[in-house]
């Protein structure tokens, strides 16, 4: 029965029957009016990604809080690796979402301090619920809070620097400047530049724009080949329209000055 209504749907909903594509259409913004309100009243994590949307979305990029552990382990292993001949590095774990990230690179930085800032309160709850030790604190992620805890030798932005990926190809968009604008991407780069020591790495992965198309450039050079070729063709310039890729789009970035 519930089958046949929806075949019936799809087949009227572009019909020539204006009515009925008119009731149609009203019958699919109630449904989804109620599927939304449903999943406000009954889960957190979309009450928190609202919430940022209407109110916080100056400082908001990624919306989504799927994560996993060890999500990238070569990225870890090269940052690690740099840093085997030098102090254990201050690390800031940018938009850490639900503590995966944070937990991941204690293993690889045993005796680091580990900065996880989150903008979503549902996901830095969980943060907060973690028993990692002393070395490790949670805070909410604000330009202000993030200064207050650095400066940092190691920041990873790692799936946070877009926006909803996958809707995007998805539906063949060319040009972000109304959905996530390139100038978005500078701002929260240079923010981050300015607590990064020298000699510190800045790790930007799965990203829809890159650092060498920001003014901060000349700063930074890639370390090694760990590059993020693999995120899809949906990537983006200064102008925010989507940009032919040629060569690597590198993920590690030494500071210079």
């Not at 774990?93 to 503590?99: A, D, K």
């Not at 809707?167 to 040009?175: A, E, G, L, N, V």
Request: charged share 25%; glycine share 6%.
């Amino acid at each position: 029965m519930i089958r046949r209504f929806k075949k019936w749907l799809a087949r009227h909903r572009r019909g020539e029957n204006k009515i009925l594509r008119f009731g149609i259409g009203v019958f699919d913004a109630v449904v989804q009016f109620l599927r939304v309100t449903w999943k406000l009243i009954t889960n957190r994590d979309t009450r928190s990604i609202y919430y940022n949307k209407m109110f916080n979305s100056k400082n908001i990029h990624q919306t989504t809080s799927s994560t996993c552990l060890d999500r990238y382990p070569e990225i870890f292993a090269a940052a690690r690796d740099y840093f085997l001949d030098k102090k254990p590095p201050r690390i800031l774990s940018f938009g850490c979402s639900t503590g995966e990230e944070v937990v991941t690179l204690c293993r690889y930085f045993p005796n680091s301090e580990i900065v996880g800032a989150e903008i979503n309160q549902n996901s830095l709850r969980i943060c907060r619920s973690l028993t990692l030790g002393d070395r490790v604190r949670f805070i909410e992620s604000t330009p202000e809070n993030i200064a207050a805890q650095g400066p940092y030798d190691l920041i990873f932005c790692m799936a946070v620097l877009q926006r909803t990926p996958g809707t995007i190809q998805d539906k063949q968009i060319r040009d972000l400047k109304k959905i996530y604008p390139f100038e978005k991407f500078q701002q929260k780069v240079e923010e981050l530049d300015g607590l990064l020591n020298k000699n510190g790495l800045l790790v930007i992965h799965m990203s829809q724009y890159d650092l060498p198309d920001t003014d901060l450039a000349p700063r930074y050079h890639p370390y090694g080949d760990w590059n993020q070729n693999y995120y899809g063709p949906y990537v983006f310039g200064p102008d925010s329209k989507i940009k032919t890729i040629t060569g690597n789009r590198h993920s590690i970035f030494v500071k210079d000055c």
